[in-house]
């Protein structure tokens, strides 16, 4: 009496398990190669409906006039300005608004004074 196996080894093997694979992988290093290269830049965060920032604004015209909020100051008193007015806060922060006329180096020459005083700079624009 001769039985046969049933648990023969089929020489066939089925390809749509390793295409479907191939295919997940080829979709994955598609997506993750082509990211945009991004600026990393530090935005300001908002919590919840009140925001407790503490700050002045500094704002220069086309004319090269600064302001100290609302206060005309020159150039040379900003930074003393700056100093009064942040002395007793938390967060020191300042928000530079500028026009667009005006050069980047007078934008960067407030930086660099809240950079010098360890101030935070968020810098104000217009949206789209």
Do not use: C, W
């Not at 023969?8 to 997506?31: A, C, G, Q, R, Y």
């Not at 908002?46 to 150039?75: C, R």
């Not at 300005?81 to 967060?91: F, G, I, P, S």
């Amino acid at each position: 009496m001769k039985l046969k196996g049933r648990n023969k080894v089929s020489p066939e093997f089925s390809m749509s398990s390793m295409t479907d694979i191939v295919f997940l992988l080829l979709v994955f290093f598609m997506l993750t190669s082509n990211a945009p290269n991004a600026l990393d830049l530090l935005l300001p965060k908002a919590k919840g409906k009140s925001t407790n920032v503490q700050n002045v604004s500094v704002s220069i015209d086309k004319d090269l006039n600064y302001y100290l909020d609302e206060k005309q100051l020159t150039k040379m008193e900003l930074e003393t300005a700056l100093v009064n007015a942040l002395k007793d806060r938390e967060e020191p922060t300042i928000i530079l608004r500028t026009e667009e006329s005006v050069a980047v180096k007078e934008a960067v020459y407030v930086m660099d004074l809240a950079q010098q005083h360890r101030y935070k700079v968020i810098l104000a624009v217009r949206p789209n």
